[in-house]
């Protein structure tokens, strides 16, 4: 396989609902600015992937048939990936693979969607026809009839993991986490809640969407694209000739899926008290990236509850099972701590367009190796029922 | 199907329509203002109506409506058994065929259950409702494989944390009218249970005794509890005669007619909601539509002072409904709708400027998702 490297980024800002933009609109703003941002001309490009999560979204099934001829990849192959929260991370695994493969020297990866047209005209709010949409995600037979949905589902792990490390994911210290991405939102021109500032005491007494998650301890929906160019080395070297400019290499790169259903045995079914996925992937990543968890520097992780951000932490390796409030009480992802996680406010800050949110963690992972000389970064994107969905990549700066 | 022998409050909604008519949008475009200009967006839905075969399942959930019986199935090779049975053949033994074999009604939980406070728009009105995951009890005394998602319940009151956790052995119950559906079938915690009941199988809803809130131990009135009580209906009056002031909370309180009795440890009182106004009676009702019992009236107290005075950022009551979920305030049964009706008048009383404040940024931001 052929090394890949990333060479352009581009980001739209992110808001809860543009009703001055269409995805359409949002999918070109985000490819203009990554194809300016590495110095090429779009029909430089030879292939594409979009990710898109979600066809009620975007209210059109087949929604990335429209980009054909404004994303200019006509007559190009075009390929959209949708793995639920992981979509963005999916699409990326998947443009790399075409670039590593050997087919393409030059592919674009884009991610976009829409969320807050959804609407529910009963209740004269989005939220929860948001809600609904998501909640078409869970098995037709079995579980959605329960109301399965999204914040229950990852409530379900969580709760089972504190059933497994009680005292663990402590209220207080799930509230620092939050109190932190927000100041490190403050930091991310295109972050959604840019100028907002919430406090741990907020966290404590905001409301709880299911017990025990509070709603400030949540994910918010997005609107909004990312797009990335992977380049071949060999393309990678012209383009940093033209632009003088290191690129970002993606070195390793691990996926796993857990079962569906619940179970005794980990080989079989999924273990509600683990994110099985995330440890698998990240240690698929970073073993062919040749690096150690210690090794990593800057983190950007598919935050979709607070709570889950500090199982996948431990998940990684960063933490001991049960030993999560660490996380805060050593000071260890804290300013002067050893570890950066989410200096772009994560999903719960910066937000969460689900087709390119991990695309966004990118943009920021490698902003941040540049900007402060960190020499490997570690995306992950979780996603799907029961948080089954995970995905790690290793960037790497070469000096 | 099996006939209904006693009607009672159902967690189910039977014949109504699959969509709420209210769901169904007029066609109209209308304008949108955003930062730079106008915006145009249309009214629209994206519905496909469904037959929706239950295809090799039709089986599982005919058990269920017709016997309230519960199978799954097992791996004749590895010996593995799964619920509900998702799958005919083992993929870990290369697809070898499974055999169907009931399971016993009763289990333990896989995990301490959720509860599910803010709801998808197709289960509004259920919550709050718990879900977690059983593994139930095999003929040869061991337990399943899997564990299935099921709905769970108390007789207690509303469900709350505390009723159950890890390892809680359970008891399934079916509901008396069944279609052949998850739905058709729910926890309870054995410990609820009386052994005539646990013996029952399969045990019927009706069969079982709801709303024992009563037999919620509050103790002998002291006079303290009993003076905080009456200065809570005093503030509780308080908040009834600003209500007509704000047209906002009026709405909150709209097409909306409850009369609840409120008890607690320093007595009884009740108030009725209709006609988007709240009348406070320092007198216990006969058969209210809804019983809320709270040990510590000094904390609906709390809850009176920081809706009704000037408090600013100076709030220190959590929201009713919080004090629902955490089982502080136990409600007779699963019907939240009064107490988040309740909870939205303050809000509305200080941005009709009945209750006088410097605005309140609210930093929450749009819930949740995860996906």
Redesign the interface.
């Known amino acids: 396989m052929r090394d890949v490297a990333i060479v352009g980024a581009g980001m739209t800002p992110c808001r809860s609902r543009w009703v001055e933009k269409t995805f359409w609109e949002l999918a070109q703003m985000a490819v203009s600015e990554a194809v300016h941002d590495a110095g090429i001309h779009i029909q430089e490009v030879e292939a594409g992937v979009a990710g898109i999560y979600n066809d009620i979204f975007e209210f059109q099934a087949i929604p990335e048939s429209g980009f054909q001829g404004i994303i200019g990849l006509q007559n190009k192959p075009l390929m959209r990936v949708t793995n639920g929260g992981a979509t963005g991370a999916y699409a990326m695994l998947a443009a790399r693979n075409m670039v590593a493969s050997g087919q393409h020297d030059l592919v674009l990866v884009l991610g976009v969607e829409k969320a807050l047209d959804c609407y529910d005209f009963e209740a004269e709010s989005n939220t929860p026809a948001v809600v609904q949409t998501i909640g078409y995600s869970w098995d037709p037979w079995f579980e959605r009839p329960l109301g399965a949905h999204a914040s229950e589902s990852y409530a379900e792990v969580i709760q089972a993991y504190m059933d497994e490390h009680p005292g663990d994911l402590a209220p207080m210290a799930r509230a620092k986490i939050v109190e932190l991405l927000c100041q490190q939102a403050q930091n991310n021109p295109y972050a959604q809640r840019l100028g907002e500032k919430v406090t741990a005491d907020q966290v404590l007494h905001s409301r709880y969407v299911v017990y025990p998650v509070r709603v400030l301890e949540t994910c918010v929906y997005t609107e909004g694209a990312c797009a990335l160019i992977f380049a071949s080395s060999e393309m990678a070297q012209k383009i940093k000739e033209r632009k003088g400019r290191e690129p970002i290499w993606l070195t390793g790169v691990g996926a796993a899926n857990e079962p569906y259903f619940v179970g005794n045995d980990i080989t079989r079914y999924k273990v509600l008290h683990r994110i099985y996925s995330d440890h698998v992937a990240t240690k698929k990543a970073l073993k062919m990236a040749g690096i150690t968890i210690e090794d990593v520097g800057v983190i950007e992780l598919h935050d979709a509850f607070i709570p889950q951000l500090m199982i996948t932490l431990a998940e990684m390796g960063v933490v001991p099972f049960g030993k999560a409030n660490d996380l805060v009480e050593e000071g260890i992802i804290f300013p002067g701590g050893r570890l950066l996680v989410n200096p772009s406010g994560g999903l719960v800050f910066g937000g969460h367009f689900v087709g390119g949110s991990n695309m966004m963690s990118t943009w920021s992972a490698m902003r941040e190796m540049r900007g402060r000389g960190i020499e490997h970064g570690l995306i992950h994107g979780t996603g799907a029922s029961l948080s089954m969905y995970g995905v790690a990549i290793v960037l790497e700066r070469r000096a | 199907m099996a006939q209904t022998k006693k009607t009672v409050a159902s967690a189910k909604s039977k014949g109504k329509p699959v969509i709420?008519p209210?769901?169904?949008?007029m066609a109209a475009i209308t304008e949108?203002q955003?930062a730079?200009?106008v915006?145009l967006?249309r009214?629209?839905v994206?519905f496909t109506a469904m037959k929706?075969t239950?295809g090799e399942?039709s089986d599982f959930?005919r058990a269920l409506r017709d016997e309230g019986k519960v199978f799954g199935h097992r791996c004749v090779e590895c010996q593995?058994l799964?619920i509900?049975p998702?799958m005919r053949r083992c993929p870990?033994c290369n697809f070898v065929e499974m055999k169907k074999e009931y399971v016993k009604d009763t289990g333990i939980m896989?995990?301490?259950?959720?509860?599910?406070?803010?709801?998808?728009?197709?289960?509004?009105g259920?919550e709050?409702?718990g879900?977690?995951?059983v593994?139930l009890e095999t003929a040869d005394g061991k337990?399943s494989?899997?564990?299935?998602?099921?709905?769970v319940r108390t007789t207690r009151g509303t469900i709350r944390?505390g009723i159950y956790?890890?390892g809680t052995p359970v008891k399934l119950a079916f509901c008396d009218s069944r279609q052949g559906?998850?739905?058709d079938l729910f926890a309870v915690p054995q410990s609820e249970l009386t052994k005539k009941q646990l013996r029952k199988s399969p045990l019927l809803e009706s069969e079982i005794e709801w709303g024992r809130i009563s037999e919620m131990e509050l103790g002998k009135p002291s006079a303290q509890l009993r003076k905080t009580l009456q200065e809570v209906v005093v503030h509780f009056q308080k908040l009834a005669e600003m209500i007509p002031h704000s047209p906002r909370a009026t709405a909150n309180l709209a097409n909306w007619r409850r009369t609840v009795a409120v008890r607690t440890g320093g007595g009884t009182f009740s108030f009725a909601v209709g006609q988007g106004k709240l009348r406070v009676q320092n007198v216990v009702v006969k058969n209210p539509d809804l019983v809320v019992a709270i040990q510590d009236p000094s904390i609906l107290l709390t809850w009176l002072h920081d809706s009704t005075e000037p408090v600013g950022e100076g709030?220190k009551s959590?929201?009713l409904?919080?004090l629902v979920?955490?089982g502080t305030l136990v409600l007779n049964k699963p019907e939240l709708e009064t107490i988040t009706r309740l909870d939205r008048v303050p809000r509305s009383l200080r941005r009709d400027n009945v209750v006088k404040l410097p605005s309140v940024k609210v930093?929450?931001?749009?819930?949740?998702?995860?996906?």
């Open positions: 709420s209210a769901m169904l949008p949108v955003a730079d200009g915006y967006q009214n629209d994206m929706h239950q399942f959930f593995h799964i509900p998702f870990a896989a995990a301490t259950p959720v509860i599910t406070v803010f709801a998808p728009s197709r289960y509004k259920q709050p409702f879900t977690g995951r593994f337990l494989d899997t564990a299935m998602l099921v709905r944390p956790k890890r559906e998850m739905l709030v959590p929201a409904t919080d979920i955490e930093s929450e931001g749009t819930p949740v998702l995860a996906v």
